[in-house]
């Protein structure tokens, strides 16, 4: 079993809530104290995302190529549903969506749970470079 | 399209081939006894914490699969190797858990013997 360094994530957030834009967001900021704190919130449980997908990504060397993975959050935390959208091959499909099963999420930030009521889930999409 | 999963055990510590020397055949310590000093045994503990966190729920169907591996100083895992597996692909996943772990060093005193572990998951 070979490894070797491996890989490249970018993780999107496919669906969101619909956001209003404000002449403050170029400032980094809304104007609004409440929004902000929602928004920092967010992107805090984005980026505990993010940070697990890197964690839990394999070093296996398994050749060049590209997966895409398409997968949901819902209320709880868990990833509802996942389906690969582009793959280089059947190894990398698997180990991706291994990799996306295997999260174990906090749940989504209170505000954004209405959202998630309304939509069924978050929608995310996660690229995974082999390289 | 995910159904429940996996359930695995570190097995511990794996008798690999034993070198014999002037003094006798060498023994190999068992897992207990690297989990005596208080260090290693948290740093153990942290592998297998990482592996739970690792269990994909894919539906791979029944099966087991064992894999034996070393963790290096640095906590890199290495020479890793199927001791047992029935279908390829509950071994590239169980593969993928292994390879995929991001270990802290283990205590420098730890001895060499003691980062040899054989992994076996339970597919259901």
Avoid at chain 1, 64 to 80: E, I, L, N, Q
Avoid at chain 1, 87 to 111: C, D, M, R, V, Y
Avoid at chain 2, 27 to 43: D, V
Wanted: proline letters at 6%; glycine letters at 6%; one cysteine or more.
């Amino acid at each position: 079993m070979k490894a070797a360094a491996v890989f490249l994530a970018f993780l999107l957030v496919l669906a969101q809530p619909a956001t209003a834009q404000s002449i403050f967001d170029g400032l980094g900021g809304t104007g609004d104290p409440a929004r902000d704190a929602e928004r920092a919130e967010f992107r805090q449980w984005w980026q505990s995302i993010a940070r697990q997908v890197r964690e839990h990504t394999s070093l296996l060397a398994i050749g060049h190529g590209t997966v895409t993975v398409h997968f949901c959050v819902d209320a709880a935390g868990r990833v509802v549903d996942a389906q690969v959208v582009k793959s280089g091959n059947n190894e990398q499909a698997l180990l991706a969506l291994s990799t996306i099963s295997s999260l174990k999420l906090p749940p989504p930030p209170l505000f954004s749970r209405a959202a998630i009521k309304k939509y069924g889930c978050y929608k995310f999409s996660q690229s995974f470079h082999y390289n | 399209m995910f159904r429940a999963i996996i359930v695995f055990c570190l097995i511990g510590v794996s008798p690999a081939a034993v070198a014999q020397s002037l003094f006798g055949p060498s023994e190999r310590p068992t897992l207990a006894a690297c989990m005596a000093i208080p260090e290693n045994k948290a740093w153990i503990q942290t592998v297998t914490h990482q592996l739970r966190e690792r269990a994909p729920k894919l539906n791979l169907g029944r099966g087991t699969v064992t894999i034996k591996f070393h963790v290096d100083f640095r906590g890199h895992v290495t020479r890793a190797s199927f001791a047992n597996y029935d279908n390829n692909a509950r071994a590239l996943v169980a593969a993928g858990m292994i390879t995929s772990l991001k270990l802290p060093p283990p205590p420098f005193d730890m001895e060499t013997d003691c980062r040899d572990f054989e992994q076996t998951f339970h597919f259901h």
